[in-house]
C-alpha cells in the first residue's frame, strides 16, 4: 500500500514471477480519484491457426525501464490529471491465460485513466526493447511487435 497518496508515483517492474492485478490496481488507488483504469494483456492459445504453448520474454531491464519512464512522462503531459501510472511486465514464460504485462492509472474521471492506459500500451509496444517468442506444439517463433519502430529499419 501507498504511503504517501498526495504524490504522484510511476511503479514500473520487470520480473520473472506472475503478475498480480490486485497488487497493480492498489499501487494506483487514491482517495482523489474516482477511477483506476487496468490493461491486462494475456497469453492466448493461438496464433494463425497454430496452438500456441507459451510465450517467453526477453528485455534489456534498464533501456526498458527508462523507456517506460518516458512514457509516464509523456502521459503526465497529455493528461495532467493522472495521478498514478503502473507498468508491470512479466519476463521469462508466461503460459496460456497468464497477464504478461499489467498497465494502471488512476485520475479523478475516467476519460483521462481510460486514454492513458491506452496510450501507455500502445507506445509500450511501439517503443519498449521487449521481446517476444511464441512457442507452438512443433516450433517456436521470435516476433517483433508490429507496431515498433524500428521494424522498418532493418528492411
Known amino acids: 500500500m501507498n504511503e504517501n497518496k498526495d504524490e504522484s508515483k510511476d511503479f514500473i517492474k520487470l520480473n520473472y514471477e506472475k503478475l498480480s492485478t ?14 483506476v483504469s487496468l ?27 527508462a523507456e517506460i519512464k518516458k512514457i509516464c512522462r509523456d502521459v503526465r503531459q497529455k493528461w495532467p490529471s493522472v495521478k498514478h501510472i503502473a507498468v508491470h511486465h512479466r519476463l521469462g514464460l508466461v503460459p496460456v491465460t497468464e497477464a504478461s ?7 479523478p474521471h475516467r476519460v483521462a485513466s481510460l486514454e492513458a492506459v491506452h496510450y501507455c500500451i500502445n507506445t509500450l509496444k511501439a517503443t519498449v526493447p521487449i521481446w517476444k517468442k511464441e512457442i507452438y506444439e512443433e516450433e517456436y517463433s521470435w516476433k517483433e511487435n508490429k507496431e515498433c519502430f524500428w521494424a522498418d529499419v532493418e528492411k
Do not use: Q
Open 101 to 107: 504485462v499489467i498497465v494502471a492509472v488512476s485520475s
Open 39 to 65: 490493461f491486462i494483456g494475456t497469453t492466448r492459445n493461438n496464433f494463425e491457426g497454430k496452438k500456441v504453448i507459451h510465450l517467453e520474454y526477453e528485455a534489456y531491464s534498464p533501456m526498458a525501464e
Open 22 to 35: 490486485d497488487e497493480v490496481s492498489e499501487l494506483v488507488i487514491s482517495p482523489c480519484c474516482g477511477a
